[in-house]
């Protein structure tokens, strides 16, 4: 085991931990506010490469490991988990889906502008009725030779306004059951595609999350990832490397909160001395610090095995799993230290708490999760 980032990793670090410091914290209040969208943030991380960050440099990607691409997501996730969940989605779900399973033509078409960042790409799974169990999907997409015919609603799409390109599953043949789902390309501005309302979410309210609409909107075969029936196959494939982002993402939220709440404690006084001082204070810090450490070393985990090609879905599922629950009970623990000021949005704490609920949640729950290890466990 060897447990040393190489200096290219300290690099990535370095600079994602300086663009979030210096580019996302200003203005991160008022976005938050205004459930604004990073439009401007997220276009420097395209020109950062933080958009593409795995994909091979010949469709304008990084290039870089998993383990580059968690370092990041956990700095920036640490001050600003609206801008790290756009740039979750369009790197571990949207352009790894495609690089892997896509065409040729598909790649050149699509893969290339999503990588550099050009445009911003969109997973849609999730329906009214279809949230965990993503084998009951109510979209369909209709054989009609040269085309598919696709109906149907998705829900809380991240990206849902702002991406140009989005990553559709939808049902061809129920009575194949999830081997009759597939997936497919479906461009923004296509006849019939409408962008519904967007979510007045609790927490990461700078993200735009829509529902997206369908009504007979034609969709080229040549828009097809994989062969016929490959589509439920291809979600849950990538859903397994996006738990790892979301992993780090869930880290990066618990270590941003426990180190605002370590460095508060030392400014903060109370009955004379500093509230570090206070073993109650120091117990937390230490019990915060070691969850920290542990969820850190699980993400690094998943993300190795996945550079390493070999089976990550436990590893990225403990990730998932024990990171979010980390983040959301640090973040709470912030909170409290932090007392009537953690309750006061200029302090920051109170929306990374906020921020910390939906990784228990989305690509897939914390109850999933368990299922998920649980299959692994006897498989």
């Known amino acids: 085991m060897n447990f040393n980032l190489s200096e290219e990793h300290l690099a990535v670090q370095e600079a994602a931990r300086s663009f979030a410091q210096n580019e996302l914290l200003p203005g991160i209040v008022e976005r938050d506010n205004e459930a604004r969208f990073p439009a401007e943030q997220v276009k420097r991380m395209g020109e ?5 960050m795995m994909v091979s440099p010949e469709y304008g990607g990084g290039g870089m490991d998993a383990v580059s691409y968690v370092l990041a997501m956990e700095e920036i996730s640490k001050i ?3 801008a790290s969940v756009v740039m979750s989605v369009n790197n ?5 889906g495609l690089e892997a399973y896509g065409t040729e033509e598909q790649k050149q078409k699509y893969l290339t502008k999503l990588a550099s960042g050009q445009v911003i790409g969109a997973f849609c799974l999730s329906e009214p009725e279809a ?17 598919y015919l696709l109906n149907g ?3 809380w799409i991240t990206n849902g306004n702002s991406s140009s390109v989005c990553l559709v599953i939808a049902q061809t043949d129920r009575e194949k059951k999830h081997r009759g789902i597939n997936c497919l390309i479906v461009e923004k501005g296509t006849p019939g595609f409408v962008v519904g ?4 979410k609790m927490g990461i309210r700078a993200s735009d999350t829509h529902s997206l609409l369908f009504t007979d909107v034609k969709v080229p075969k040549e828009n097809r990832v994989g062969e016929d029936g490959f589509g439920f196959k291809f979600a849950m494939s990538t859903l397994n490397g996006g738990r790892i982002g979301i992993a780090a993402q869930a880290l990066g939220i618990a270590a941003g909160a426990y180190e605002l709440a370590l460095k508060y404690s030392q400014e903060r006084k109370a009955f004379g001395k500093q509230i570090f001082d206070h073993q109650a204070i120091q117990f937390k810090l230490a019990e915060m610090a070691t969850k920290i450490e542990a969820a850190r070393l699980l993400v690094y985990k998943a993300a190795r095995l996945k550079d390493e090609h070999k089976d990550y879905v436990q590893a990225a599922a403990m990730a998932k799993l024990f990171a979010s629950e980390v983040a959301m009970w640090t973040t709470t623990e912030a909170v409290q230290i932090h007392g009537g000021y953690g309750y ?10 906020r921020d910390a609920k939906i990784t228990q949640i989305y690509e897939g ?5 368990k299922l998920v290890i649980a299959r692994e466990l006897v498989r």
């Open 92 to 96: 571990s779900l949207v352009c790894y």
């Open 80 to 82: 600003d988990a609206s």
């Open 131 to 147: 949230g965990s169990d993503a084998t009951s999907q109510a979209t369909t997409a209709e054989d009609e030779g040269d085309y």
């Open 365 to 369: 729950t914390s109850e999933i999760q």
């Open 344 to 353: 006061v949005k200029e302090f920051h704490v109170e929306r990374l708490m």
């Open 48 to 52: 950062l490469g933080f958009m593409g």
């Open 197 to 200: 309302k967007k979510e007045d």
């Open 153 to 155: 609603t998705k829900n």
